[in-house]
Structures are given as structure tokens and as C-alpha cells.
């Protein structure tokens, strides 16, 4: 069964967006838990929530000292998220089969993690509602010389 998700040709937020978020600098993402949505930060301040988001060139990003913290007193704060550039363009479509959940959490790993890989790096990442997907560069030459590819992540 395919998975539904949120398009990214929401024109009124694309415009939104255009006049707050600096596309040629990167933005650090990360979950929101009183706002229940993404907080978008950009050169230190906060720009813009969100429930959907594209990234490309991401990096899954986690403060040693926070995480620390998190396990010592057992009460969330913000220090982990993905940092990458804000993008409406998306792979092409056959790869749209190819995206992984990504995951993190503070108790069990000290980073993020798709299935039982780690993850450091994508070439796109998807924010859609609670989720966090991506798919990777080495997938894409993986599918160059293997057509008959079917995915890891089925």
C-alpha cells in the first residue's frame, strides 16, 4: 500500500516562506512539542513552524552536552534536528518508493537512526506531520546500475 503524504505545491506557504526563510542559507529543524509541529531556525532565530517541509542536503544533528542532560534528568529539551537547505523541488518520482523513517530518541541511541542504520546525512529529507523521512545519495547510484531495484525500506 502506498503512503499518502502531503504535497509540497501548497503555493500560499511557498510564498510564505520566500519572505522569511533565506534559501541560500541553511536552516536547523526541530520538533516543537508545545506547538506540536517544526520549529524552523535560521542564523539563530526562529522563522517559521511548520507541519511539512522539504530539506535537501541534510545533516541529523545532536548536542553531546544536551542529550547528556536528557538522560540525567529525564526531561526533554532541544538538542537534536536536521539541518539542511529549504527546497520545493523533489527527486524525481521513481524515488518517491525509496524514503526511510528516521527516528531519534535520547534513551536508546545517541544518534539518528533509519531502521537499525545510522543515520549522519541525506540527500532530501521530508517533514510530514510527526514523521521524518529521507532518502540517500547511494540509493540513487544504487538504482543507476540496478533498475530492477526495489528498495531497502519496503
Known amino acids: 500500500m502506498k503512503k499518502k503524504r502531503v504535497t509540497a505545491g501548497n503555493r500560499l506557504y511557498c510564498k510564505h516562506w520566500l519572505k522569511t526563510i533565506d534559501l ?26 511548520t507541519h511539512f517541509l522539504l530539506l535537501k542536503d541534510c545533516r541529523y544533528l545532536v548536542g553531546k552536552a544536551g542529550r547528556e542532560r536528557v538522560l540525567r534528568e529525564h526531561k526533554k529539551n532541544v538538542h537534536a534536528g536536521v539541518s539542511g537547505y529549504v527546497t520545493d523541488k523533489v527527486p524525481q518520482e521513481q524515488f518517491w518508493d525509496d524514503w ?55
Open 24 to 49: 541560500a542559507k541553511r536552516v536547523y529543524v526541530y520538533r516543537n512539542l508545545h506547538k506540536n509541529c517544526w520549529s524552523v531556525r535560521q542564523s539563530g532565530k526562529v522563522v517559521d513552524h
Open 100 to 154: 526511510g523513517t528516521v527516528v531519534y530518541n535520547p534513551y536508546d541511541h545517541d544518534q539518528f537512526y533509519a531502521g537499525s542504520f545510522p543515520v549522519s546525512n541525506s540527500h532530501y529529507c521530508i517533514f510530514n506531520g510527526k514523521e521524518v523521512e529521507a532518502v540517500w545519495e547511494n540509493q540513487y547510484d544504487y538504482y543507476e546500475f540496478n533498475r530492477d531495484w526495489k528498495g531497502i525500506f519496503k
